[in-house]
């Protein structure tokens, strides 16, 4: 569309609606413009100005004719429709595409070259440095992940710090952006700013050099009394009520507000923060936090839920806040948790009470911490059997807030796999190793400055191998189903992975979880530059998570061989297949009966203390069934019922077909 120049009587027409300019001559405007929705406007440096055509429509009904309305515009290309009314100061340096709405707003201004938050260097883990992430606007979890845990190889993260300055280099401009269909309105301070479309900012503080990756299907919303430097907010997400961030990146439908805080930090998709402080964590997907007491600090989480007054210490009064934690995907604390760092904890385990001998559980998974004394100790699997547990895997994919197109972070939701498995064996041998060098008759053992107690151990055991044995089983039964159609191979020939990529160690990347050399040789091609641009890294990782169950046979087909003792060849044996198939179906029947015996405790006598006020146990247990319903109705009693009537009838399948 070709713009115009203004006439003179068009001029004469805007100063007598109060409208003034350095150069009448520096203003063009769409030759469909109406003029008279331009009053009371100030013009400073090249303008150039849309139509006014439509109306918006505001809450209880109101409309506002878009137009120009007392405000003072600086080198400001206005796209059609739009409303700017009451503007303190100026808007200078800015691009307002389509159908925005600006009111009431102190100032907005891009100020210079700025990558808009883009290549901001966040100090996550060691407030002193040594870790920096170097942040920008298609950052994925898995490559801050490498950034921040790989410094062992420098040549490795002067590449991925590359990498991210070339994708921050993209954003630079003098020239800021708001997105078409996005709204400004009783917002103070706005400085170098990218507003993508959809983008709706209100009632904000002051927002500095930072970036809202909005579009129309996922937009972004920041709220009332918000402070924020320095950042990057993923589309989806939400910063609301008076929080407060310093050098933070914002993944994909967070959800930060009610009073949060948070400063060098990384929270990546479908995180919840309210009301609590973080400082130098990284926040994989789904850490969630909800209470005012609650800080933590210097630690990496993932899949994490903190109770309220969970804290961390990093220093130990000696050289200052240089000492980090990790608690591994799946792990929670309990209220008034504490964690003395360094330690590491356990995968899908949960910390109660204070512990501050430096604790490493990460090769006891699904464990309790549990203070007593002032010592801590140690319940090995238990979570296997917790309600809480399975009730959390089944919610997260659930909870999963981002459209299904342009999800940044790979996630894998599976409780089990070769990533908690592994770890699972880990902790069998150490139990086993304990107990062989203590002996059975030991009351307690000890283990990484943790006490286990000998009935501890011998339940740990056995929960370790039935989950072991439910694993192989699922993935046998999967590998039998995806092969049907080669049934005439023998079973030897179906059940034989196609490559061994998968044998070995895996790692969890901050939600991807991959077979540790498949990492690795991207990391060597990086270093090498065989992988020489972030988009040939990232479709790497991405082709990594889609071949997730190719890898994840080729490990389990490795380990039931071992676990079993059998022999390639005892594979194609139909009688050993279904004592397997018969193992697994025992070791789904018997963990789903010990959840099932767990949910029954929510429903106990003793939970139901405080129901059925000014009544008796009658009217207690009447009160209870209304407000959390009866047991047997329960949707998760009924889940885990169904499940074991299914794997039942899918293992009695398998043992019919094999015999």
């Not at 691009?95 to 938050?117: L, Y």
């Not at 269909?181 to 301070?189: A, R, W």
């Not at 053992?445 to 000998?454: C, D, E």
């Amino acid at each position: 569309m070709e713009y115009r120049k203004l006439t003179g009587g068009e001029i004469a027409q805007l100063e007598q609606q109060a409208c003034s300019s350095e150069d009448w001559n520096a203003i063009s405007v769409h030759p469909d413009t109406n003029l008279k929705y331009v009053r009371s406007v100030r013009f400073s440096g090249e303008c150039r100005i849309g139509r006014f055509e439509k109306s918006f429509i505001m809450p209880g009904g109101m409309r506002k004719h878009s137009g120009l309305y007392h405000v003072t515009l600086h080198n400001v290309v206005i796209g059609d429709n739009c409303c700017i009314e009451n503007i303190k100061n100026y808007i200078a340096n800015y691009e307002i595409g389509d159908d925005s709405f600006i009111e009431n707003v102190d100032i907005i201004i891009c100020d210079g070259p700025t990558t808009f938050g883009n290549g901001v260097e966040v100090s996550v883990l060691n407030e002193t440095g040594g870790r920096e992430v170097t942040i920008h606007n298609q950052m994925t979890a898995q490559e801050a992940y490498m950034q921040a845990m790989y410094r062992h190889r420098p040549r490795l993260i002067e590449r991925l710090k590359h990498f991210a300055s070339e994708m921050a280099e993209v954003s630079r401009s003098s020239v800021g952006t708001i997105g078409h269909h996005s709204t400004i309105v009783d917002t103070g301070y706005i400085k170098n700013i990218y507003m993508g479309p959809y983008s709706k900012i209100e009632g904000a503080g002051k927002l500095k050099n930072g970036s809202l990756m909005s579009h129309e299907a996922s937009p972004v919303h920041i709220g009332y009394g918000v402070i924020a430097e320095d950042f990057i907010v993923q589309n989806g997400s939400q910063v609301e009520d008076c929080a407060t961030l310093t050098r933070v990146y914002v993944g994909q439908s967070c959800m930060l507000g009610h009073g949060y805080s948070a400063s060098d930090s990384l929270f990546f998709c479908n995180c919840q923060e309210e009301n609590g402080e973080a400082c130098a964590i990284f926040a994989g997907p789904f850490t969630v936090t909800h209470h005012k007491s609650t800080l933590l600090i210097a630690g990496m989480f993932s899949f994490m839920n903190a109770g309220s007054g969970s804290n961390q210490s990093n220093h130990m009064y000696k050289l200052g806040p240089i000492h980090q934690g990790a608690m591994e995907r799946g792990a929670k604390t309990a209220s008034d948790s504490y964690i003395l760092w360094p330690a590491r904890i356990g995968a899908f385990s949960l910390v109660m009470g204070r512990h501050t001998t430096n604790p490493d559980t990460s090769a006891l998974p699904f464990s309790y911490l549990i203070e007593k004394n002032g010592e801590t100790w140690l319940a090995p699997a238990v979570n296997l059997r917790s309600v809480g547990t399975i009730r959390d895997a089944q919610k997260w994919p659930k909870r999963d807030k981002r459209t299904s197109e342009g999800r940044l972070d790979l996630v894998n939701f599976n409780l089990l796999s070769p990533y908690t498995i592994d770890k699972m064996l880990q902790g069998l041998d150490v139990l086993q190793r304990l107990r062989a060098l203590s002996g059975l008759t030991s009351d307690t053992y000890t283990y990484q400055s943790a006490k286990i107690k000998h009935t501890a151990l011998e339940r740990g055991i056995e929960l370790y191998r039935m989950a072991i044995r439910k694993f192989l089983g699922n993935s046998l039964i999967s590998r039998l189903e995806k092969t049907v159609d080669r049934a005439s191979e023998g079973y030897l020939a179906r059940l034989r992975p196609e490559s061994n990529t998968g044998e070995g160690d895996w790692l969890d990347l901050s939600g991807l979880i991959a077979p540790h050399t498949t990492i690795t040789e991207l990391m060597n091609d990086i270093e090498a530059g065989t992988v020489d641009t972030y988009n040939k890294m990232n479709a790497r990782l991405c082709e990594i998570h889609q071949n997730y169950y190719d890898y994840e046979w080729a490990w389990a087909y490795k380990l039931m061989l071992s676990f079993y003792n059998l022999k390639e060849e005892d594979l194609g044996r139909k009688e050993v297949l279904v004592d397997i198939v018969r193992s697994w179906k025992k070791a789904v029947v018997d963990i789903d009966k010990m959840l099932y015996q767990d949910a029954k405790k929510e429903f106990s006598l003793s939970t139901k203390t405080g129901f059925g006020f000014d009544g008796n146990t009658r009217t207690a247990e009447a009160d209870f069934e209304q407000v959390r319903g009866q047991f047997d109705s329960n949707p998760f009693v009924t889940a885990v019922q169904e499940h074991i009537a299914v794997k039942s009838e899918l293992g009695d399948k398998w043992i019919a077909l094999l015999s």
